[in-house]
């Protein structure tokens, strides 16, 4: 069976200052969605999304797999690369830059097994007759299994040049693909897990790291990336009784960090 494009469940209480919902149908197997948002009619630029979609939620089965805002959403799909057109906010599950057919395609958000699968987005108010429209690009059905999500953590103060610590990222029975923190305020990264160091770069050995890999390092962001060979054998298991960061801040900072996270699928939960 090829894949689909097509139109998928449409958006309730689409207004300014209000929370738009779309259930979408589930059974196949979800690679990309691509919501249509326009205001005033005219198709949102880039920078209007940024301002204007505060947050995106994608939940299955009340379970949020994605919490992020527009701004944050562009970060990341410009990291990889995957490009912007007007007027549409591009979730991709399926990822393009992956070495091979089954790396891209595991992904994918098989929903055989999942009840309901809603998106969620919450427009910034003040926005003149704003409109959301969604499609899918779809396939045959499969279960969810191990799947990608994006997930926010706020609340990191640095409040000084010099060594920062984070040491509670949760841990659990997943697996990190990346990082992204909201600062360039970083001069060296190191990353310990177990007492293990597994990491020491500096921005320059990143940006250089990164660069010859499809990547496209953000202004204002740390990236951290644990699969920059495009292979998900890469990834950092966080099946560990610790697991640590240590920033050398060039000055203070207030940042979020965004996760994106390898995790299975428990039909009912």
Not at 159 to 183: C, F, K, V, W
Not at 204 to 224: D, E, L, P, S
């Amino acid at each position: 069976m090829a894949r689909m494009m097509k139109k998928v469940g449409s958006f309730g209480q689409v207004a300014a200052g209000a929370t738009a919902i779309a259930e979408l149908p589930v059974g196949l197997t979800y690679h990309s969605l691509f919501i249509r948002y326009k205001r005033n009619g005219a198709d949102a630029t880039k920078a209007q999304i940024a301002a204007e979609i505060e947050e995106i939620r994608l939940v299955i089965d009340a379970d949020e797999k994605v919490k992020l805002s527009g701004a944050e959403l562009h970060v990341v799909n410009d990291y990889y690369g995957y490009g912007f057109e007007d007027g549409v906010i591009q979730i991709v599950f399926s990822r393009p830059n992956m070495r091979q057919q089954e790396g891209e395609d595991a992904l994918a958000w098989g929903t055989a097994d999942v009840q309901v699968f809603n998106v969620e987005i919450d427009i910034a108010a003040g926005v003149t007759n704003p409109s959301l429209q969604i499609h899918a690009l779809q396939g045959p059905a499969q279960k969810m299994g191990v799947h990608c999500t994006i997930r926010r953590f706020d609340g990191y103060d640095a409040q000084s040049a010099g060594p920062y610590e984070i040491s509670n990222i949760p841990r659990g029975d997943y697996a990190l693909l990346g990082l992204h923190m909201t600062t360039a305020n970083t001069k060296t990264v190191e990353i310990e897990r177990d007492g293990k160091i597994i990491s020491q770069v500096d921005q320059q050995v990143i940006k250089a790291h990164y660069g010859h890999t499809g990547r496209t390092i953000q202004a204002g962001m740390t990236h951290v990336d644990f699969s920059p060979t495009n292979r998900l054998s890469d990834r950092m298991s966080l099946k560990a009784q610790d697991f640590r960061l240590r920033l050398d801040m060039s000055a203070p900072a207030n940042f979020r960090i965004i996760a994106e996270r390898l995790e299975g699928h428990v039909p009912g939960q």
